[in-house]
């Protein structure tokens, strides 16, 4: 359980912002934290989120909601995400994992994320190559998360860009480093500030000199913000 301070907890990204960092289509983030709209023969319903902003009006996300989304984005970049089938599968790993939040549960590198991926496999009538191709992917999300000694996420490494096929960390977000916008690791140098003073004209190389990185790290940098 995170204290009521927690800088985790703190409302620190708009949607636009979140949606870029973790290389997620700005309309598929909103539908999951404020829910969509779905046509039925009586009229329109709707989706309830499955995200739960600290912040609605706007809805902006804490750190911990953008790992939420990370992890869900794992679902989303193979197969569609259903928000009935992830909200089903998620309250079955509440009533019978008795885990609250999974998303954000380190249980989720265990036999409790092996329970949910079956559970949604199953809803979403995933063959079993598909579930297999799914938890492989899901593995790989997880991968960039770093857990804290209370087995709740503290870093996340996210992609560089839309792939998720890289295994290269070196950006990360850290809600307790430069409020929680994204750096390059090895010397905690944002990655928007290494990207301004591209654009205005200064070298890969004399970045690497004033920050004392490698010229890959600035070019990775620049790679991670510019990325469409």
């Given at each position: 359980?995170?204290?009521?301070?927690?800088?985790r907890?703190?409302?620190?990204?708009?949607?636009?912002?979140?949606?870029?960092?973790?290389?997620?289509?700005?309309?598929?983030?909103?539908?999951?934290?404020?829910?969509?709209p779905?046509?039925?023969?009586?009229?329109?319903?709707?989706?309830?989120?499955?995200?739960?902003?600290?912040?609605?009006?706007?809805?902006?996300?804490?750190?911990?909601n953008?790992?939420?989304?990370?992890?869900?984005r794992?679902?989303?970049?193979?197969?569609?995400?259903?928000?009935?089938?992830?909200?089903?599968?998620?309250?079955?790993?509440?009533?019978?994992?008795?885990?609250?939040?999974?998303?954000?549960?380190?249980?989720?590198?265990?036999e409790?994320g092996?329970?949910?991926?079956?559970?949604?496999?199953?809803?979403?009538?995933?063959?079993?190559?598909?579930?297999?191709a799914?938890?492989?992917?899901?593995?790989?999300?997880?991968?960039?998360?770093?857990?804290?000694?209370?087995?709740?996420p503290?870093?996340?490494?996210?992609?560089?860009?839309?792939?998720?096929?890289?295994?290269?960390?070196?950006?990360?977000?850290?809600?307790?480093?430069?409020?929680?916008?994204?750096?390059?690791?090895?010397?905690?140098?944002?990655?928007?500030?290494?990207?301004?003073?591209?654009?205005?004209?200064?070298?890969?190389?004399?970045?690497?000199?004033?920050?004392?990185?490698?010229?890959?790290?600035?070019?990775?940098?620049?790679?991670?913000?510019?990325?469409?």
């Open positions: 359980m995170q204290e009521k301070d927690d800088p907890e703190t409302p620190a990204y708009t949607l636009l912002e979140a949606a870029r960092y973790l290389r997620l289509p700005t309309a598929t983030l909103r539908s999951w934290v404020v829910g969509r779905y046509p039925r023969a009586s009229g329109v319903a709707h989706f309830q989120p499955l995200i739960r902003p600290p912040s609605r009006q706007p809805p902006n996300l804490s750190f911990l953008l790992i939420e989304a990370h992890v869900l794992s679902l989303r970049t193979e197969h569609g995400v259903s928000l009935k089938s992830l909200r089903k599968a998620l309250s079955y790993a509440e009533r019978h994992l008795d885990i609250e939040r999974l998303l954000l549960n380190k249980q989720l590198c265990t409790a092996k329970v949910f991926l079956e559970q949604y496999g199953k809803l979403i009538e995933l063959s079993a190559s598909g579930q297999l799914m938890r492989k992917v899901f593995e790989e999300h997880l991968k960039r998360l770093e857990w804290g000694e209370l087995q709740f503290i870093r996340l490494y996210p992609f560089l860009s839309s792939s998720s096929n890289s295994t290269a960390r070196p950006i990360a977000i850290d809600s307790q480093i430069a409020f929680g916008r994204p750096i390059i690791v090895r010397k905690g140098v944002s990655t928007q500030a290494i990207a301004d003073r591209i654009d205005a004209g200064e070298t890969v190389n004399e970045l690497a000199l004033d920050y004392d990185l490698k010229p890959l790290e600035i070019e990775e940098a620049v790679l991670y913000e510019r990325a469409a």
